[in-house]
């Protein structure tokens, strides 16, 4: 069974040394470049707000997507009420509206001369100047809008150990005299506490790692410093030092988050894990879960959905035609390519760990996870110092041999690009396939090996049957990751290459937010459809189940 083992590890190291050399340029140019100016100056001057507006960030996000997550995959998992078929798909939606594009939409309905105050000035009487409306361009606001774009992390995740985990448990529970509320802060919750962290923790990665909606909120964070610092000011060796204390700030949580749980561990051991039919609610309590659902899935999703599309039929983009479609066109290109890269990717790096009791091939795999904590701007640096070095070697072998000269073959055209995107992303696909790989019972391995299967037989005939959904759900999350990315898309694009996210942060930028809506609801639509199928397949799962 394993004497082909060693292979499949080295091909594994090998990957994960692919993807942590744009990591270890990034680190590398910390400590070459000592202390420069730049930096005096922005420890003199904006640091400390960096800091300050980056952990509100941290604390507000995971507050607000812990709260909602929980809330939802409790209500749609455990009771009865009128829509729970449909919110237990719906309210994983707004996870198709990047950020920056809940940023640009809810800034035109709640401004000034949005219809928002203009109805209000109109009902009542309001004048300029004598009422108070919030500013959503604040931090406060920016916090709002990554809640209600992150909370399907949390929800996803929590609502699959509410429904694989407690049901045993809560009827235990009930007998020995725990209501309602006691069974779920006493049982459940502390059952789906893992789970909950993961969430959490991937929507504080996506918080961190965001510059599209801060920099148009003008919220000065770690992610807008790193690239004024790059690009603004041409310091890279600036840029990696707050990367490098960006990279730092989400270790420390994770490590405080473990050290918070001890020793302790969380399992259901009664057996009985079959999910039971939810309780049914009636009255006050039903029009209270609905509620409970409704209210993030509008805030989230059907608010911004209904502005992109009022706008693209009243207004729409003047290019749309055929620029729109050679603009999806490479979105759908790139986004493609990255999710098939990463998914074999994965299962390589996922099937190395399996395939050997070493603890060697897990700590490459969780050092390939590194990458889903840098924003793309950093990570599109730490590729474009290898990779140019690389080129112009490339360039330049050629031309000596050849007399041709080929130009950029790899910063020139798309390669370059879906690299960052695998460096940035692969951890996603790579959770999926371990997540997978985990719910295979060694004694199949066993039974395959007894029959004469070698590992790749084993991984052809038995695991990737078994796979196929987590092989899908791994590519379709990181296929909409990538259809929504845009710093390292702004980055690391050749040149006259944009794709569908480039497009709407430009025109948005250039407050053309109707314009801007024909390919933000683009990329909402696209995002939409993958969503639909994973929730759906959990709801299968606890149907069959």
């Known amino acids: ?140 606001g920016a916090i709002v809008m990554f809640v209600f774009v992150l909370y399907p992390y949390v929800y996803l995740l929590t609502r699959a150990a509410f429904l694989a985990r407690t049901t045993g448990m809560l009827e235990a529970g009930r007998t020995l005299g725990l209501g309602p509320w006691a069974c779920f802060f006493r049982i459940a919750l502390p059952l789906a506490r893992p789970a909950v962290a993961a969430g959490a923790s991937l929507a504080l990665m996506e918080t961190l790692a965001d510059y599209g909606a801060v920099s148009y909120f003008g919220v000065q964070t770690f992610t807008t410093g790193i690239y004024r610092a790059w690009f603004g000011l041409g310091d890279r060796t600036a840029a990696a030092q707050l990367a490098a204390g960006l990279l730092g700030a989400v270790a420390l949580v994770l490590f405080l988050e473990r050290l918070s749980r001890g020793r302790a561990r969380f399992h259901n051991t009664t057996g009985r894990n079959r999910p039971g039919r939810g309780r049914a609610l009636r009255g006050g309590k039903a029009l209270a879960a609905t509620l409970v659902c409704l209210l993030p899935l509008t805030v989230g999703f059907l608010v911004p959905a209904g502005v992109l599309l009022r706008f693209a039929i009243t207004d729409g983009d003047a290019q749309f035609g055929q620029r729109f479609l050679l603009l999806a066109q490479n979105s759908f290109v790139v986004a493609a390519l990255t999710a098939a890269l990463a998914v074999l990717l994965a299962l390589v790096l996922g099937y190395a760990a399996r395939t050997t009791r070493q603890a060697f091939p897990r700590i490459v795999n969780r050092t390939v996870g590194l990458g889903y904590a840098l924003p793309g701007s950093v990570i599109a640096v730490g590729v474009l110092i290898p990779v140019t070095h690389l080129d112009n070697a490339l360039a330049a072998a050629i031309t000596a041999a050849t007399g041709y000269r080929p130009g950029l073959l790899l910063t020139g055209g798309i390669a370059a690009l879906i690299y960052a995107y695998l460096v940035r992303f692969l951890t996603v696909s790579l959770q999926t396939v371990e997540a997978g790989l985990g719910k295979v019972t060694t004694s199949i391995d066993d039974a395959a090996r007894s029959l004469g299967c070698g590992p790749r037989e084993t991984l052809w005939r038995v695991h990737l049957p078994l796979l196929r959904g987590s092989l899908l759900t791994g590519g379709l999350l990181v296929f909409v990751d990538v259809m929504k990315e845009l710093p390292a898309t702004l980055v690391m694009r050749p040149f006259n290459f944009d794709t569908l996210a480039t497009q709407a942060y430009t025109l948005a930028t250039d407050e053309r937010l109707a314009e801007a809506s024909t390919a933000a609801l683009a990329i909402v639509v696209v995002g939409i459809l993958p969503l639909i199928v994973i929730s759906r397949q959990i709801a299968r799962q606890r149907r069959s189940a």
């Open 1 to 140: 069974m394993h004497s082909r083992a060693p292979v499949l590890a080295w091909l594994a190291t090998a990957v994960a040394v692919m993807i942590a050399i744009p990591i270890l340029s990034v680190a590398v140019n910390l400590f070459i470049g000592g202390t420069s100016d730049t930096w005096n100056h922005l420890a003199a001057t904006v640091l400390p707000s960096y800091i300050a507006n980056t952990l509100w960030l941290c604390v507000g996000v995971s507050a607000g997507v812990i709260l909602i997550g929980v809330a939802t995959a409790w209500v749609v998992s455990t009771y009865e009420f009128p829509g729970r078929r449909i919110f237990e798909w719906a309210v994983v939606l707004p996870l198709a509206v990047p950020a920056y594009v809940m940023a640009y939409t809810y800034t035109d309905l709640l401004q000034f001369v949005g219809p928002v105050q203009t109805w209000l000035r109109a009902a009542f009487g309001w004048q300029a100047g004598g009422y108070w409306f919030p500013d959503v361009r604040t931090l406060g």
